[in-house]
């Protein structure tokens, strides 16, 4: 029944593939892609609609299948469609646990607009919770600072490259230089860590 | 300054405090870090770890450091040295030394707060009395403004008449011996000179005697872990770590074979207290560590059984397997072992498991007959899992051959760190990787010997052999690298040798280290009859430069490696030989 030798959903199949298949952390917002599922799904639901109106004048049976198989077609779009937003929106809310609050200006790229404004959303609630949660000790508590539970307070780095003099909380100066190894407490040395200037050593 | 009590006047001193650990690069050093940095973890101490090479690189990483730490601990470094005035530190600045190699500087042995030597006194020898090294200026009441002022000033105040010396002191002299007489003064002054010119005499031949040869003290590994047993926060790691670096010493011939086994004696009683302790039933995770006596051969249970004997120094140069009669030979010996070719061509792990279980008997049994009686010596091995068994040679071969792979992408950093790496159990492939090179490594050195030994490549300067390497090579362009096969190659070439005092004759060894600046690499080569691992070539090597006037870079904390201009290598070994004869 279809006009070309492509399946009906396989577009919007593909649109998942290829999410799952990157390996960027999000890739570029496939505009093209989800513009042709959508153009799909006009043109089902056009035909669709076409047929019905037959059906309802003829009453014909045999158009029955066929009808409901283009909807099942047409359901199955829209899933992939949603299942597609909804695997970047996890992403992007990862995203904000991982590197805060700001955007990197490579990932911010691929975001689409309605994405960046979840993003900014998020971020702002989960702000608003951070602070509500630490109301006690009258501090907002960095939720993102410990993703996984610690095993002890001071962890074993060596430095990748040459970063210069960091300064830690108790005003200990330490001279971090490429090929050093370092005993440091955990805390202030995570961000380091995840940017890659310090290497956590197992 | 020497620390006896580690735990009260070292560790005790160290915690809560941060600290700066400067690594020299050898495998005795890095089991000592690694021993260090987990005490340290245990009590929470933020430390810093440098890894660095010679003299330049101690001051490099000092500077770099310099104002953020105020306890600064070298491990197998600067002992030799006098670190306050190398490192021009701060008053509060307080270092300690771990140190193998010997002489120890006296600076750093008589000073009073800044530099503390790890270690027991009692254990060092003839180190120099304070009074016969070090001039007491106060005692001096005429000679206070010169006493400080170098020796050479002195002297030429004296040639040139104690008339203008006199008139330098005239108004202090004036007010406080008024009474005596001019001539009197006058004569008492040159008694002083001269008690003090002989004093100096005495102190030059006293310092010289104690600096003449270098050696080695205690390995700083095993130290280290008996502070840990000390603290109570041993276990099987560390001790590993500690047999480590003890096997080094003895592989290298930093150690006197007596001394070893005294000090294997101590290890072994560690060891079963520990085995006792630890109540691992687990034969996956327990790791044990067993004393047995073992071969000299090279990796032999990471090799075939041919190959090992081929590569391995002792056996080797004993059965000269480098010739047709020696290969002969070996097949004569597999043959009486009763060990068939088949077997002995594969790989160790590979061999029949009867074969393998009988096979340290059966070597053991031959030895005697085959001239090769010093090939069994005992030490430990480590066991964990079911297959993973290692000879702490092994673990010593792997780490070297690590620690000399340097490359474009990789850096003697890298290297360093790789091998610190390669001695915990959870990063098994790098020690893997490490085996592997140490084969490529005794292969080369194989072959070179054997084409060296054919070429007549080792000639003979009177009073010690010399051995020029003429191009860059892949291996030998590294201290430890050019050691081992230095030392192969003075063994084979005394077994292939007529003359009669080949055995007591040392080697130097000389291997181009960088074409583009034309430096070279030397080592000498303690020869073969001596056991003990005193040398003279730190010092040798100082004078017959300074006779030859060549520009000597002494930058290794080994004295027996020097690096020098490739052009001036004729006339420096020229000067050796006035200076060895």
Known sequence: MSRSNKLFGDKAFDLLKELERSSQTIPAFDDDGVRQVLEEIKAIFEENVAQASTYNASGDRSLWPLLNFRHAALQRNKRCLLAYLYERCKRIKALRWEFGPIIPGDIKQSLCEPEVHFFNNYSKSLAAYMCSAGYNQGLPIDLTNNLRPPKSLYIEVRCMEDYGKFELDDGEVIHLKKNSQHYLPRAQVESLVRQGILHHIA | ?581
């Open chain 2, 1 to 581: 300054m020497f620390v006896q009590d580690l735990r009260n006047d070292f560790y005790r001193q160290l915690v809560g405090k941060r600290i700066l650990i400067v690594v020299n690069y050898d495998i005795d050093a890095i089991c000592a870090s690694r021993i260090l940095q987990a005490l340290f973890k245990y009590d929470h101490m933020l430390y810093t770890v440098v890894p660095i090479m010679g003299v330049t690189g101690l001051k490099r990483a000092y500077g770099e450091h310099q104002g953020d730490v105020k306890y600064v601990l070298l491990v197998n470094c600067g002992g030799c040295v006098d670190i306050v005035e190398l490192l021009q530190p701060a008053e509060d600045v307080i270092f300690f030394i771990c140190d193998s190699h010997r002489p120890l500087d006296v600076c750093n042995i008589y000073s009073d707060r800044q530099v503390c030597i790890l270690g027991d006194p009692s254990l060092e020898e003839s180190i120099p009395a304070f009074e016969s090294i070090f001039y007491d200026s106060e005692g001096e009441d005429e000679d206070d403004d010169d006493g400080d002022v170098g020796s050479d000033q002195e002297q030429q105040n004296n040639d040139s008449g104690a008339g203008e010396s006199d008139q330098e002191d005239r108004a202090p002299a004036a007010q406080r011996t008024t009474k005596m007489s001019r001539l009197e003064r006058h004569e008492q002054r040159i008694l002083k000179q001269r008690a003090r010119r002989q004093w100096e005499l005495e102190r030059d031949r006293i310092m010289f005697e104690y600096t003449q040869f270098s050696y080695y003290g205690r390995s700083a590994a095993l130290l280290v872990f008996e502070l840990a047993w000390k603290l109570s926060k041993d276990n099987m790691d560390l001790l590993w770590w500690a047999i480590v670096g003890i096997t080094e010493q003895l592989l290298l011939g930093k150690i006197e074979s007596g001394a070893y086994t005294l000090e294997l004696e101590q290890i072994q009683s560690h060891v079963s207290r520990l085995t006792n302790k630890t109540n691992d039933q687990n034969t996956m995770s327990a790791s044990k560590i067993s004393f047995e006596n073992d071969l000299h051969l090279v990796l032999y249970r990471h090799w075939p059984v041919t190959e090992s004997m081929r590569y391995s120094r002792y056996a080797s140069c004993q059965l000269k397997l480098w010739t047709l009669r020696g290969e002969k030979r070996l097949h004569e010996l597999l043959l009486e072992m009763g060990l068939p070719l088949v077997h002995a061509r594969q790989t160790y792990g590979a061999m029949d498991l009867v074969l393998r279980k009988e096979f340290y008997s059966m070597v053991e049994r031959l030895a005697e007959k085959y001239d090769i009686p010093d090939i069994v010596y005992g030490t430990f091995t480590l066991s964990y899992g079911y297959r993973s068994r290692y000879a702490a040679a092994d673990y010593v071969y792997a780490l070297l051959s690590i620690m000399e792979s340097v490359k474009k992408h990789k850096t003697p950093e890298d290297c360093f760190l790789e091998a610190s790496d390669a001695l915990s159990r959870q990063h098994k492939q790098l020690l893997t990787a490490g085996i592997e090179q140490a084969k490529l490594l005794h292969a080369a050195i194989f072959r070179q010997v054997q084409s060296s030994l054919e070429a007549r490549q080792v000639h003979s300067a009177g009073s010690f052999f010399y051995y020029v390497l003429q191009e860059e090579h892949a291996f030998f362009s590294y201290p430890y690298a050019l050691a081992l096969l230095a030392r192969f190659l003075l063994r084979g070439h005394v077994a292939t040798s007529r003359a009669r005092q080949a055995p007591d004759l040392p080697l130097i060894a000389s291997c181009p280290l960088d074409a583009a600046q034309g430096m070279c690499l030397l080592v000498g080569i303690a020869p073969v009859r001596e056991d003990s691992p005193r040398t003279f070539f730190g010092k040798a090597f100082e004078q017959a430069a300074q006779k030859s006037g060549v520009a000597l870079l002494q930058d290794f904390f080994e004295p027996a490696v020097v690096q020098l201009r490739q052009s001036d290598l004729t006339r420096f070994l020229d000067a050796l030989t006035v200076l060895l004869t």
